[in-house]
Nanobody, 122 residues
Protein backbone atom coordinates (compact mmCIF):
# COMPACT_ATOMS: atom_id res chain seq x y z
CA UNK A 1 0.00 0.00 0.00
CA UNK A 2 1.34 3.42 -1.00
CA UNK A 3 -0.05 6.62 0.45
CA UNK A 4 0.21 9.76 -1.66
CA UNK A 5 -0.18 13.37 -0.58
CA UNK A 6 -0.10 16.23 -3.06
CA UNK A 7 0.90 19.80 -2.24
CA UNK A 8 1.84 23.02 -3.98
CA UNK A 9 -1.48 24.05 -5.45
CA UNK A 10 -2.93 27.51 -5.20
CA UNK A 11 -3.93 30.60 -7.12
CA UNK A 12 -1.54 31.56 -9.90
CA UNK A 13 -1.73 34.48 -12.28
CA UNK A 14 -1.83 33.78 -15.98
CA UNK A 15 1.67 33.24 -17.29
CA UNK A 16 2.98 32.16 -13.94
CA UNK A 17 4.37 28.80 -12.93
CA UNK A 18 4.20 26.44 -10.00
CA UNK A 19 5.61 23.16 -8.83
CA UNK A 20 3.30 20.49 -7.53
CA UNK A 21 4.75 17.87 -5.26
CA UNK A 22 3.58 14.41 -4.30
CA UNK A 23 4.96 12.78 -1.18
CA UNK A 24 4.74 9.03 -0.99
CA UNK A 25 4.88 6.76 2.01
CA UNK A 26 4.73 3.02 2.28
CA UNK A 27 6.84 0.29 0.78
CA UNK A 28 7.97 0.06 -2.77
CA UNK A 29 7.57 3.64 -3.98
CA UNK A 30 10.69 3.43 -6.10
CA UNK A 31 9.22 0.51 -8.04
CA UNK A 32 6.07 2.29 -9.17
CA UNK A 33 5.34 4.29 -12.26
CA UNK A 34 4.11 7.68 -11.07
CA UNK A 35 1.55 9.71 -12.95
CA UNK A 36 -0.10 13.10 -12.73
CA UNK A 37 -3.71 13.68 -13.69
CA UNK A 38 -6.11 16.59 -13.39
CA UNK A 39 -9.84 17.12 -13.27
CA UNK A 40 -11.31 20.45 -14.27
CA UNK A 41 -14.77 21.52 -13.11
CA UNK A 42 -17.44 19.62 -15.01
CA UNK A 43 -14.92 17.50 -16.90
CA UNK A 44 -13.54 14.02 -16.63
CA UNK A 45 -10.17 13.40 -15.12
CA UNK A 46 -7.41 13.53 -17.72
CA UNK A 47 -3.93 12.09 -17.86
CA UNK A 48 -1.03 14.56 -17.98
CA UNK A 49 2.26 12.71 -17.60
CA UNK A 50 4.00 9.69 -16.17
CA UNK A 51 7.53 8.80 -15.16
CA UNK A 52 8.84 5.29 -14.83
CA UNK A 53 10.35 3.84 -11.67
CA UNK A 54 13.91 4.88 -12.44
CA UNK A 55 13.10 8.27 -13.90
CA UNK A 56 14.60 7.34 -17.25
CA UNK A 57 11.32 7.38 -19.16
CA UNK A 58 8.69 10.09 -19.23
CA UNK A 59 5.57 10.46 -21.30
CA UNK A 60 3.25 13.42 -21.72
CA UNK A 61 -0.25 13.91 -23.00
CA UNK A 62 -0.41 16.26 -25.96
CA UNK A 63 -2.07 18.83 -23.72
CA UNK A 64 0.92 18.75 -21.38
CA UNK A 65 3.80 18.76 -23.83
CA UNK A 66 5.99 21.83 -23.66
CA UNK A 67 4.61 23.32 -20.44
CA UNK A 68 4.65 20.43 -17.98
CA UNK A 69 7.66 18.57 -16.62
CA UNK A 70 7.47 15.51 -14.40
CA UNK A 71 10.36 14.41 -12.21
CA UNK A 72 10.96 12.13 -9.26
CA UNK A 73 13.41 11.69 -6.41
CA UNK A 74 13.33 8.13 -5.14
CA UNK A 75 15.64 8.95 -2.24
CA UNK A 76 13.03 11.40 -0.93
CA UNK A 77 9.97 9.46 -2.10
CA UNK A 78 8.78 12.48 -4.07
CA UNK A 79 7.43 13.13 -7.53
CA UNK A 80 6.94 16.64 -8.87
CA UNK A 81 5.07 18.30 -11.68
CA UNK A 82 6.38 21.65 -12.85
CA UNK A 83 3.78 23.70 -14.69
CA UNK A 84 4.84 26.74 -16.70
CA UNK A 85 2.92 29.51 -18.40
CA UNK A 86 -0.19 28.68 -16.48
CA UNK A 87 -3.53 29.88 -17.85
CA UNK A 88 -7.15 29.80 -16.60
CA UNK A 89 -7.77 26.59 -18.55
CA UNK A 90 -5.31 24.85 -16.24
CA UNK A 91 -7.71 25.32 -13.33
CA UNK A 92 -8.33 21.86 -11.94
CA UNK A 93 -7.68 19.49 -9.11
CA UNK A 94 -4.33 17.82 -9.75
CA UNK A 95 -3.74 14.25 -8.63
CA UNK A 96 -0.71 12.05 -8.42
CA UNK A 97 -1.07 8.32 -8.72
CA UNK A 98 1.03 5.17 -8.63
CA UNK A 99 0.88 2.21 -10.96
CA UNK A 100 2.58 -1.15 -11.06
CA UNK A 101 2.94 -0.97 -14.83
CA UNK A 102 4.03 1.77 -17.20
CA UNK A 103 0.75 3.22 -18.34
CA UNK A 104 -1.18 6.37 -19.17
CA UNK A 105 -4.52 4.69 -18.48
CA UNK A 106 -6.31 5.99 -15.42
CA UNK A 107 -7.87 2.65 -14.49
CA UNK A 108 -4.46 1.00 -14.33
CA UNK A 109 -3.28 3.25 -11.52
CA UNK A 110 -3.49 1.48 -8.18
CA UNK A 111 -3.08 4.29 -5.65
CA UNK A 112 -4.22 7.91 -5.69
CA UNK A 113 -3.70 11.03 -3.67
CA UNK A 114 -6.50 13.34 -2.56
CA UNK A 115 -5.55 16.05 -5.02
CA UNK A 116 -4.47 19.66 -4.82
CA UNK A 117 -6.40 22.58 -6.28
CA UNK A 118 -4.75 24.78 -8.88
CA UNK A 119 -6.52 27.92 -10.02
CA UNK A 120 -5.24 30.00 -12.89
CA UNK A 121 -6.44 33.58 -12.83
CA UNK A 122 -6.74 35.80 -15.88
Amino acid sequence: QVQLVESGGGLVQAGGSLRLSCAASGPGFKFYTMGWFRQAPGKEREFLAYINWSGTTTYYADSAKGRFTISRDNARNMVDLHVRTLNPEDTAVYYCAAAVKITALEYEYNFWGQGTQVTGSS
